[in-house]
């Protein structure tokens, strides 16, 4: 018998709920995160759904079955957030949405069947890019809260932007397959309507794609 499609409002609570007695040793280098973005967010900025590009999108009341994990690296730095709670919609102008959007596009990978979300829960303090200075107590922490994530959720594969959220996924020990995808940054900084950066989106695409599509045991 299939398995019954639970509300997301119950999965992302209950993931708040995990994430709240799991991480706990947040610092100057990692600010946690109080308050969430109404509209379409990476968790734990937001419900980690897609919502759309205006403010306060409709959330889907259904949590997907077995969604795609897009595992980025952290969700920001604190005055991004401030930024989306202004806009009530993480900024998606940036590098990261933008390319990853056409990496899905063209992998025809639908938005609504991926769960955003990151392998490090906390804020950066002044930068968003970079690796995250903070302790090991916190890397262990974020390590051991991702397989409570993936447990909960369920994904059938995980996606991980670029190599410091790999590195880490390595590193948790989780067994759900995963892809390997150059972070939506790099193309970016190549020029986003160039043709080093289309070929990248291709490529990219094509490793995602070819991924979903491989058999299971």
Avoid at 33 to 59: C, S
Avoid at 98 to 109: G, M, Q, S
Wanted: net charge positive; with cysteine; glycine share 10%.
């Amino acid at each position: 018998m299939e398995e019954q499609l639970e509300e997301t409002a119950v999965v992302v609570a209950d993931l708040f709920n995990k994430m709240e007695t799991s991480v706990t040793a947040y610092g100057p280098g990692a600010v946690k995160v109080h308050r969430r973005v109404d509209g379409t967010a990476f968790f734990p900025g937001g419900i980690g759904l897609w919502r759309g590009l205006e403010p306060q999108g409709v959330a889907p009341f259904h949590f997907p079955r077995r969604p795609i994990m897009i595992l980025g690296h952290n969700f920001d730095k604190v005055a991004g957030l401030e930024a989306s709670w202004v806009r009530r919609i993480e900024v998606m102008g940036g590098a990261t949405w933008l390319i990853l959007l056409r990496y899905l596009e063209t992998a025809k990978v639908d938005k609504l069947e991926c769960f955003f979300t990151n392998v490090f829960v906390g804020l950066q303090a002044v930068k968003s890019t970079g690796k995250v200075t903070a302790g090991e107590e916190y890397f262990q922490q974020c390590r051991a809260f991702l397989h409570k994530q993936i447990a909960r959720v369920k994904p059938r594969l995980v996606a991980t932007l670029g190599k410091y959220a790999e590195e880490q996924y390595l590193l948790s020990g989780c067994g759900t397959p995963h892809v390997a995808l150059v972070h939506p940054m790099y193309p970016f900084t190549l020029g986003r309507d160039g043709e080093k950066c289309a070929a990248i989106i291709v490529s990219e695409a094509a490793k995602l794609r070819k991924a979903l599509d491989a058999p299971t045991s």
